[in-house]
């Protein structure tokens, strides 16, 4: 593929947010110099900071900057001032699905790895853990979060509503078989069927499109046996296809398989522009002390560059991040004994990406000699 220019909308956030996205900046812009390619980055407030800078989670300006975009990526949003203040009106959350709404980012995607050389780190059991690979699609702008919502006259009862239409189920089903296709042909959809008249849409019309993929296998499962499942044997999974709650839910689940959530990375997509973000939060006990884990947020920007067609760029990301897993360049959180800042796993991962070859994992090379590659 020739040179490919691009814009790219950051949107650091809050919390760790603005350390991890200056990693995967640097990542990105090795990419752009070893291949040739062109990334224009364009930075704008969202959550917290946005709100206390100008009383919106996502204002006007941001939101015009990402409509203008090839790309997004995010780092993470969230403070607990407003977090932990359930009378608080305006909160960066709102931020998140307003943009979300507002780009049609109708599908999230989210890869969950078990590493070899991290099965420690996992709660569940090695043998249960080893090997697996799935990749989840989750319905990103419709259901309960974006049905009906209030309260009744007397206070005294809420309801929300979950409303489906074909369309919205048409359009993200075809992406996960298609990705199925891609990996290892299995499809499984996640709804509760036995009692949501929106779960019966999904699997009617989920089963009317199966036969445009002959090759890939579909199966059901009801959202409590998932969640069930998924931790009694996680390698059963190639790719889930559910909607946004339990997809939400289900995803965090998932996550814990890998060991960390600094390792998870995940796309929101939608027919023009896409978002790159890590699943992890802010973390905003850990913000400006150099232990935050830059891998989500770099693995998102691989994401990013297979989005654009890169995939040998993208590949090469990968590559450049497992080898920092082999030789445990890693923050504290996976390397407690003789951890790394978020800056030096960051310049030994580009440093990678740059000349193709790994600089020896010393912290005085990873200091001093990788502070002038970029």
Same mark, same amino acid.
């Given at each position: 593929?020739?040179?490919?220019?691009?814009?790219?909308?950051?949107?650091?956030?809050?919390?760790?947010?603005?350390?991890?996205?200056?990693?995967?900046?640097?990542?990105?812009?090795?990419?752009?110099?070893?291949?040739?390619?062109?990334?224009?980055?364009?930075?704008?407030?969202?959550?917290?900071?946005?709100?206390?800078?100008?009383?919106?989670?996502?204002?006007?300006?941001?939101?015009?900057?990402?409509?203008?975009?090839?790309?997004?990526?995010?780092?993470?949003?969230?403070?607990?001032?407003?977090?932990?203040?359930?009378?608080?009106?305006?909160?960066?959350?709102?931020?998140?699905?307003?943009?979300?709404?507002?780009?049609?980012?109708?599908?999230?995607?989210?890869? %969950?790895? #078990?590493?070899?050389?991290? +099965?420690?780190? @996992?709660?569940?059991?090695?043998?249960? =853990? &080893?090997?697996?690979?799935?990749?989840?699609?989750?319905?990103?702008?419709?259901?309960?979060?974006?049905?009906?919502?209030?309260?009744?006259?007397?206070?005294?009862?809420?309801?929300?509503?979950?409303?489906?239409?074909?369309?919205?189920?048409?359009?993200?089903?075809?992406?996960?078989?298609?990705?199925?296709?891609?990996?290892?042909?299995?499809?499984?959809?996640?709804?509760?069927?036995?009692?949501?008249?929106?779960?019966?849409?999904?699997?009617?019309?989920?089963?009317?499109?199966?036969?445009?993929?002959?090759?890939?296998?579909?199966?059901?499962?009801?959202?409590?046996?998932?969640?069930?499942?998924?931790?009694?044997?996680?390698?059963?999974?190639?790719?889930?296809?559910?909607?946004?709650?339990?997809?939400?839910?289900?995803?965090?689940?998932?996550? %814990?398989? #890998?060991?960390?959530?600094? +390792?998870?990375? @995940?796309?929101?997509?939608?027919?023009? =522009? &896409?978002?790159?973000?890590?699943?992890?939060?802010?973390?905003?006990?850990?913000?400006?002390?150099?232990?935050?884990?830059?891998?989500?947020?770099?693995?998102?920007?691989?994401?990013?560059?297979?989005?654009?067609?890169?995939?040998?760029?993208?590949?090469?990301?990968?590559?450049?991040?497992?080898?920092?897993?082999?030789?445990?360049?890693?923050?504290?959180?996976?390397?407690?004994?003789?951890?790394?800042?978020?800056?030096?796993?960051?310049?030994?991962?580009?440093?990678?990406?740059?000349?193709?070859?790994?600089?020896?994992?010393?912290?005085?090379?990873?200091?001093?000699?990788?502070?002038?590659?970029?």
């Amino acid at each position: 593929m020739g040179v490919l220019r691009k814009k790219i909308a950051v949107l650091p956030g809050d919390g760790i947010g603005p350390e991890v996205c200056d990693e995967a900046i640097k990542v990105l812009e090795a990419v752009a110099d070893r291949f040739g390619h062109q990334f224009e980055f364009e930075t704008h407030l969202m959550g917290a900071c946005a709100i206390d800078a100008t009383g919106e989670p996502l204002p006007d300006k941001t939101l015009q900057g990402c409509f203008e975009a090839d790309a997004i990526l995010l780092g993470a949003i969230g403070d607990p001032k407003y977090d932990n203040n359930p009378a608080a009106k305006v909160r960066p959350e709102q931020g998140l699905l307003k943009l979300r709404k507002s780009l049609g980012l109708f599908a999230n995607i989210r890869p %969950v790895t #078990a590493y070899d050389v991290l +099965l420690e780190h @996992s709660p569940l059991k090695n043998e249960r =853990v &080893a090997g697996a690979d799935m990749l989840i699609y989750r319905e990103l702008t419709g259901g309960i979060y974006f049905g009906d919502k209030g309260r009744t006259e007397d206070g005294e009862g809420a309801y929300d509503h979950c409303t489906y239409d074909r369309s919205e189920i048409v359009r993200i089903t075809h992406l996960a078989f298609q990705a199925a296709t891609t990996r290892r042909n299995k499809l499984t959809l996640v709804d509760k069927a036995n009692v949501l008249e929106t779960s019966r849409l999904w699997r009617e019309v989920v089963k009317e499109i199966a036969p445009e993929y002959p090759d890939v296998e579909l199966d059901f499962l009801f959202v409590d046996n998932a969640a069930m499942q998924i931790i009694l044997n996680p390698k059963q999974f190639d790719v889930i296809l559910t909607e946004n709650m339990f997809g939400d839910i289900l995803s965090d689940e998932a996550s %814990v398989i #890998a060991g960390s959530l600094g +390792l998870l990375p @995940s796309a929101s997509v939608g027919n023009t =522009v &896409a978002l790159f973000e890590p699943i992890h939060g802010s973390f905003p006990q850990g913000a400006g002390k150099k232990i935050a884990n830059p891998i989500a947020t770099i693995l998102s920007a691989a994401m990013m560059l297979e989005h654009f067609g890169l995939q040998e760029e993208a590949d090469l990301v990968k590559k450049a991040v497992h080898n920092a897993l082999d030789k445990k360049v890693l923050t504290p959180e996976l390397n407690a004994t003789s951890p790394y800042t978020t800056e030096q796993v960051g310049n030994f991962i580009a440093y990678f990406v740059m000349h193709g070859i790994e600089v020896m994992p010393d912290k005085n090379n990873i200091e001093v000699g990788l502070s002038t590659i970029i």
